[in-house]
């Protein structure tokens, strides 16, 4: 990438080049070592070959769940770890994470009836020690259908209520990532790690370009592209299996619930959901040998979503036509040969190699967290300072989950309807940033809002200097796609958004015009 495109913070950071830890991948593993370490007091850099959350860690099913799904496969201790971050999460993170009801749907001859899923329903409920947002309930066919009208099939024998999570993945990896900053972590994006510093034959720091920057302790956080990063410490390979999944963004179905269904085509578990307005779909599972970067949803993909979809909800007529936006992500699962993709275990597994490189496989955002203290844990045992023993991350608000008391609150609305903001974008705007939302009025006050992007989108121009100054946002992917939500929406495409972003950028990052047209072909080409 063009030096243009490096993205160091804080910008005048002066250079160090010894570390006591290395985190190699800016997903939500990575993320969470960076700040876990940070905030113990260790010296921490991170590099991500390309944006922050632009790997596996964008392209979730946008779920902080306990994994229904796994307790068929008696994943116990994955289903209560998970109950477990789930209930962080929403005490961390309240503005991106946020409890999300849902509909089990049974029908006359399902391979799940009704006392099976009340079995499987109850044992979610204890796995969360009973303090779920609710405890789930069992509905007859007419309660369902009633909160959900689109389920209206003559089949459908009654269903099942429970609480989940949704959140903005991206974003919530974002802010994992600022708040490793704000706890002195180095952050650099854009910056590929190619190779290791080795000494004596132990892994003493990485290579990125020319430069050789040192470390107690490396951690390699790239997922679908940790076999890579392994080779480079001991030659090995094979760590993970990964496997695909595509969702697909549809018109809105839904009133508020999301669908847990399973396929008639393989009885595989999938979700529909409401999210933004729309409809999530998804997700497929199946392997994958390709580059991770360059996955997409196939046609077969769609098909399949589509399929499912109108057989669940007989009364949506859903075609190609109705598919708004798509995107597909790759796992990186623990490596087990020989079992069907869906049925790989989900749990994480945390290696050192003999050189002491310490690689993360496995493992679901939801659970991140609690793998990375675990993975700290591991690199304090190495460092020793008894300070660096103790993780705080499951009681520390993220940057924009601060509590906000209510007069704070309205006295900040005050303010950002005096600079311009109308009370749909001060809501929205509030969702997005949390207790994050007043820096943005600041910046707004200084410079006007920039105006609204596109009329029938809350969000506005200074946004997309908030994301370049703040938020390490580096091309029109970065804020089209990671920082604010247009890319998986219709107006993705539309020039007067996209040409207003791109132009906002190239004035702040100095971009002249062949740079401009280059970063928008490249977000278009995505
Ligand atoms: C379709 C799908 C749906 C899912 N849904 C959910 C869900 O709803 N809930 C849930 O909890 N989990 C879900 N998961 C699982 C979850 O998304 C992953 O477990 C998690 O995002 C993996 O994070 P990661 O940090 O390990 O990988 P990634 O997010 O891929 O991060 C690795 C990073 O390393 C970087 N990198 C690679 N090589 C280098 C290098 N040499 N130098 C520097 N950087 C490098 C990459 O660019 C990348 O950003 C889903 C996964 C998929 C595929």
Redesign the pocket.
């Known amino acids: 990438m063009k030096p243009s495109h490096v993205g160091v913070n804080p910008p005048a950071d002066p250079p160090r080049d010894a570390f006591d830890l290395i985190v190699?991948?800016?997903?939500?593993?990575?993320?969470w070592v960076a700040r876990d370490a940070a905030a113990r007091g260790m010296r921490v850099a991170l590099?991500?070959?390309?944006d922050?959350?632009?790997?596996?860690?964008s392209?979730?099913?946008?779920?902080?769940?306990g994994g229904l799904r796994y307790l068929e496969q008696g994943a116990f201790g994955l289903v209560a770890e998970s109950a477990r971050e789930r209930a962080v999460w929403l005490r961390i993170a309240p503005h991106l994470v946020r409890p999300l009801p849902f509909l089990f749907p049974i029908s006359r001859g399902a391979r799940r009836p009704p006392w099976m899923v009340r079995i499987g329903m109850t044992l979610y409920d204890v796995l969360a020690l009973y303090r779920n947002v609710e405890s789930h309930r069992m509905l007859t066919a007419d309660e369902a259908t009633r909160l959900e009208p689109a389920l209206g099939s003559a089949d459908l024998v009654g269903a099942a209520r429970f609480f989940d999570a949704q959140m903005d993945?991206a974003r919530t990896?974002l802010e994992v990532v600022l708040a490793a900053r704000d706890a002195g972590a180095r952050i650099e994006t854009y910056?590929?790690?190619?190779g290791l510093v080795l000494k004596e034959g132990r892994v003493a720091g990485v290579r990125v370009g020319s430069r050789a920057i040192e470390a107690r302790v490396v951690v390699n956080?790239?997922?679908?592209?940790l076999d890579?990063?392994s080779a480079m410490a001991d030659g090995s390979s094979a760590r993970i299996r990964r496997?695909?999944?595509?969702?697909l963004v549809l018109p809105p179905l839904l009133r508020e619930h999301a669908l847990v269904l399973a396929a008639g085509r393989d009885g595989r578990v999938f979700f529909v959901m409401p999210w933004r307005g729309y409809t999530l779909v998804?997700?497929t599972d199946l392997d994958y040998e390709g580059d991770?970067a360059a996955v997409t949803c196939t046609d077969e993909e769609r098909r399949y979503l589509l399929d499912e979809t109108r057989r669940a909800l007989p009364g949506a007529p859903l075609d190609d036509r109705d598919v708004i936006a798509e995107f597909?992500?790759?796992?990186?699962l623990v490596y087990e040969a020989g079992r069907a993709a869906s049925a790989v275990s989900r749990e994480d597994l945390v290696e050192e190699s003999a050189g002491g490189l310490i690689s993360?496989a496995?493992?679901?955002?939801?659970?991140?967290r609690a793998v990375a203290a675990r993975v700290v844990d591991r690199a304090a045992a190495r460092l020793r300072p008894a300070r660096f023993a103790v993780s705080r991350t499951a009681t520390t608000p993220l940057p924009g989950g601060s509590p906000i008391p209510p007069a704070e609150r309205a006295a900040q609305r005050a303010r950002a309807r005096a600079v311009g903001l109308d009370d749909d974008q001060i809501d929205a705007l509030e969702r997005m940033y949390g207790s994050r939302f007043g820096e943005l009025v600041d910046l707004a006050a200084a410079r006007g809002t920039g105006g609204r992007l596109h009329q029938d989108l809350p969000w506005v121009g200074i946004q997309v200097d908030f994301a370049v100054e703040q938020e390490l946002a580096r091309t029109v992917e970065d804020v089209l796609r990671r920082r604010l939500p247009i890319a998986l929406g219709p107006y993705r495409r539309d020039p007067a958004v996209t040409r207003h972003v791109a132009e906002r950028m190239a004035s702040l990052l100095g971009w002249d015009a062949d740079a401009r047209r280059h970063h928008l072909e490249r977000y278009l080409a995505a």
Request: glycine fraction near 22%.
């Open positions: 190699v991948g800016g997903g939500i593993m990575g993320a590099f991500e070959q390309g922050i959350a632009g790997g596996t860690s392209r979730t099913s946008k779920l902080v769940h993945d990896c910056a590929p790690v190619d956080a790239t997922g679908p592209w890579r990063v496997t695909r999944g595509a969702h998804g997700t991770p597909a992500g790759v796992r990186p993360i496995g493992g679901k955002f939801t659970t991140a």
